[in-house]
């Protein structure tokens, strides 16, 4: 399932090549998992793992991996599982969980620049409560982090809020089932939600719960300075504006640690003020004891998120924020324009947990994945998607003739018996290939080609009948041909002679094609609109309004464009809106 995306506000400069990650979860979400959009607000990749979290790209020895924590987060507002670390090819490269067999916590996954873990950590142990009016012998729920070896899981260092904390500093008292007065009870007093790891061995942590961030000693534990809250070290130089914030999420080291950014949620519970929230970018001076507001990040479609939510400095330049219980992301400029701002749920329901995703990033990602291409065959038509593949420009449908001359369920490449028929852009997360009414061949399949014509891939052979009721399918199972120029490199070459001699035949295709979706997107927008929700991924890319054009061939790109134009030349679409709180 893919989701619906409303693209509220759209400019240009947001259309930086990158893709954004997001996890959607929540009641009107079936399938839970990470997911990849690309910049067209396309699906390019996604899996079914559960309740997912924190979806990101970090770089670990010299490669990306995607990251995520999966587990149960019905814990009272945390959560005990695994954090995942994926290679390009989708494939459990690390898997993390929490050392001394503590439970690894769903709020934060962070490789530092030591290229070591930092996670948090929620453990219920005892504590004398009298402070704040409990009893003696109470239970807490510790706010806790550790920094472990990601190889070998070795504890590196930990820390306890519970050891460096007074309970009395906390603006959420004992109340209801968190009262602290047993061992079923725990009180959560700080409720950490991010760490943060400087130049200087030494850690930025956030507690929700006390409205403040804490600057730690990496060698001893001690609390260095705090920000905002009762005991608020640092002169506001901006008249209260940078250290105000309260309930916020995803605090972060800037420019050297010489400043910081965090999501500001600014409300809490029902019936607290819905204030409405904002990101962050604060410039800290830690010799002085100044702090002031850099940027602040205002929607102009006042969102106020109780609970989650993120900042993200992009190397654009930009700021994806990230509204965490309400299904919205916004990129803004450095400065604070609003440049697109994006529901991926309707805003009818934000906050009331339908779908949400804890945090939302944007990164540059190469997805090659080892699994075959997925085919299926209707009629005169061809369908084909890849998930995960980032590289796919356009899509090229093989025929051979008989069983004679074809080995079905293997590759066959032999030149004498392989015809090219046809070749479409690759176009959102399935591509629709029409099947020329001449075709006489008995068995097709699909390869798909990069942006230079190497082939990357081939879907497995189908028995094709044009005259069945049946749709034929051929799942990408089993090792695909990902980077085997052994294995296509004849078909390949074969594929781009053909090419030339069929780009005209694949452009007026192409365009007859869009031109047809084209008016039936029009007809189906205003019903896609009321209707909302999630859809199966098949009719997720849909193009057409009055917003759109075409992609214009200069007599230059004309020229080359044999292998590379034809994916170059997809059009722009926006999807109509479709439409568990988390701390």
């Given at each position: 399932m893919g989701p619906m995306l409303n693209y509220v506000e759209v400019n240009p400069q947001c259309k930086d090549g990158q893709y954004t990650l997001i996890a959607p979860r929540g009641a009107a979400v079936p399938d839970p998992g990470p997911m990849i959009i690309d910049q067209d607000g396309h699906l390019v990749w996604t899996k079914h793992y559960g309740q997912t979290y924190n979806v990101n790209v970090y770089s670990y020895k010299g490669h990306d991996y995607l990251t995520f924590w999966v587990g149960n987060d019905g814990i009272v507002g945390h959560g005990d599982g695994t954090y995942y670390m994926l290679d390009s090819a989708y494939e459990e490269a690390y898997t993390?969980?929490?050392?001394?067999?503590?439970?690894?916590?769903?709020?934060e996954f962070h490789i530092t620049g030591d290229e070591t873990a930092l996670f948090t950590v929620y453990d219920v142990v005892p504590a004398n409560l009298r402070s704040a009016g409990g009893p003696e012998k109470g239970w807490i729920w510790d706010g806790t982090f550790q920094e472990v070896d990601i190889e070998t899981g070795q504890l590196l260092f930990q820390w306890r809020a519970s050891e460096h904390f007074n309970f009395t500093d906390s603006y959420r008292g004992r109340e209801g089932d968190g009262d602290?007065?047993?061992e079923d009870r725990p009180w959560d007093f700080f409720h950490i939600n991010s760490v943060d790891k400087d130049a200087k061995g030494n850690f930025l942590v956030s507690s929700r719960y006390m409205s403040c961030l804490a600057y730690i000693d990496g060698r001893t534990g001690d609390i260095i300075w705090r920000l905002g809250g009762k005991h608020n070290d640092f002169q506001d130089l901006s008249a209260g504006g940078a250290t105000n914030f309260t309930w916020q999420h995803h605090a972060r080291f800037r420019d050297n640690s010489t400043a910081i950014t965090l999501f500001d949620n600014a409300s809490r519970g029902e019936g607290a003020p819905r204030l409405t929230s904002r990101g962050l970018y604060l410039d800290i001076d830690a010799q002085q004891m100044t702090a002031k507001v850099r940027h602040e990040y205002w929607n102009p479609h006042p969102i106020s998120s109780q609970s989650q939510g993120s900042v993200q400095l992009l190397d654009s330049g930009n700021v994806v924020v990230g509204y965490g219980s309400n299904a919205a992301w916004t990129e803004y400029s450095i400065a604070g324009d609003v440049l697109c701002h994006v529901h991926f749920g309707p805003e009818s329901a934000f906050g009331a947990g339908n779908i949400l995703s804890y945090r939302v990033?944007?990164?540059?990602?190469?997805?090659?994945?080892?699994?075959?291409?997925?085919?299926?065959?209707?009629?005169?038509?061809?369908?084909?998607?890849?998930?995960g593949a980032t590289e796919v420009a356009t899509w090229v449908l093989q025929g051979s003739g008989s069983d004679t001359d074809i080995q079905l369920d293997h590759d066959h490449d032999d030149d004498e018996s392989t015809t090219f028929l046809t070749a479409v852009p690759k176009s959102g997360f399935e591509t629709i290939i029409p099947i020329p009414a001449q075709t006489t061949q008995r068995y097709l399949r699909v390869l798909s080609l990069n942006a230079t014509g190497h082939v990357l891939g081939a879907t497995v052979w189908l028995h094709w009948d044009p005259a069945s009721e049946e749709v034929l399918l051929g799942p990408g199972d089993g090792d695909g041909d990902r980077n085997s120029d052994d294995a296509t490199s004849s078909a390949g070459v074969r594929a781009f002679l053909f090419f030339?001699?069929?780009?005209?035949?694949?452009l007026v295709l192409a365009v007859c094609a869009w031109s047809v979706r084209r008016r039936f997107a029009f007809a189906a927008r205003a019903a896609d609109r009321e209707r909302g929700g999630w859809k199966p991924v098949d009719d997720f890319d849909s193009t057409g309004d009055e917003h759109e054009h075409e992609h214009d061939l200069s007599d230059a790109e004309l020229g080359g464009v044999e292998f590379s134009l034809l994916g170059a030349g997809r059009l722009f679409s926006h999807s109509a809106s479709g439409q568990v709180p988390h701390d």
């Open positions: 993390v969980r929490g050392a001394n067999g503590l439970p690894a916590d769903l709020h602290g007065d047993a990033f944007k990164h540059a990602w190469t997805g090659l994945p080892r699994r075959n291409p997925d085919i299926a065959l209707y009629r005169y038509e061809a369908a084909v998607s890849w998930n030339a001699a069929g780009f005209l035949v694949a």
